[in-house]
């Protein structure tokens, strides 16, 4: 399973824009890219995935670099409600089953 | 309304007890599986399965147990053995397919078991 590297924490002010960058260097051919969010004491919320250049969809937008060995979730104007932490997964199936790895995550705090 | 229950939400149990956590989902899911939380740490996998009466070990099985009698249920069982109970425990379902691509978890609210 490919390994990822990501900040600890971030802190942002309301309404700006915050991009969370994940490493992951030996990310293969048949992985995709995947987002969740948590909030304290509840389960995480998937949010957004990609396998290659950009994803928007209603909530974030993920940037997705030729070479795949990064990705950049962005969250446009942020409001307090987003303080979460953030998960960056690598996986795909192996036999049909979606065995990946979360780690530590990014831990956003947005500040009033 | 489809999603995944966890039942209690909260657990208290004495050390040296056997305690299970139910998990059920109504999402028509064919992979179930389980994870534990620790303060300020990230999920680590402990059990899951891809279709009923087969399952398969996590990254920390040792001192769990689990069965998939059915689809919808995913109970795991905190047995003495496991030294250090006490987290956070979440369970997650997931389309299964052998047809490629990625599908996303879809996690319960968790239940937070505590061991004295």
């Known amino acids: 399973l490919a390994k990822t590297t990501q900040p600890i924490s971030m802190d942002s002010y309301e309404g700006q824009e915050v991009n969370i960058t994940c490493s992951h260097n030996?990310?293969?051919?048949?992985?995709?890219i995947t987002w969740y969010q948590q909030f304290p004491s509840q389960g995480p919320r998937f949010i957004i995935q990609?396998?290659?250049t950009k994803v928007t969809n209603e909530v974030a937008s993920l940037f997705i670099p030729a070479d795949r060995k990064s990705s950049t979730l962005s969250l446009p104007r942020v409001s307090l409600s987003d303080t979460a932490v953030y998960y960056c997964?690598?996986?795909?199936?192996?036999?049909?089953?979606?065995?990946?790895?979360f780690g530590t995550g990014t831990k956003l705090q947005v500040i009033p | 309304d489809g999603g995944i229950t966890q039942s209690p939400k909260y657990l208290f149990r004495k050390e040296g007890q056997n305690v299970t956590l139910s998990c059920e989902q109504n999402?028509?899911?064919?992979?179930m599986y389980w994870y534990r939380q620790d303060p300020g740490q990230g999920l680590r996998l402990i059990y899951y399965?891809?279709?009923?009466?087969?399952?398969q070990k996590g990254d920390i099985a040792e001192g769990y147990s689990v069965s998939r009698e059915k689809k919808e249920s995913f109970p795991l069982t905190v047995t003495s053995a496991q030294k250090n109970p006490t987290a956070f425990y979440l369970c997650?379902?997931?389309?299964?397919?052998?047809?490629?691509?990625?599908?996303?978890?879809?996690f319960g609210p968790g239940t937070r078991l505590t061991v004295t």
């Open positions: 399965s891809q279709i009923v009466n087969d399952f």
């Open positions: 030996n990310i293969a051919t048949n992985d995709y």
């Open positions: 999402l028509n899911h064919d992979a």
């Open positions: 997964l690598v996986g795909a199936p192996g036999g049909g089953y979606q065995k990946v790895t």
């Open positions: 990609g396998y290659k």
């Open positions: 997650a379902s997931s389309i299964s397919r052998n047809s490629g691509g990625y599908y996303e978890q879809y």
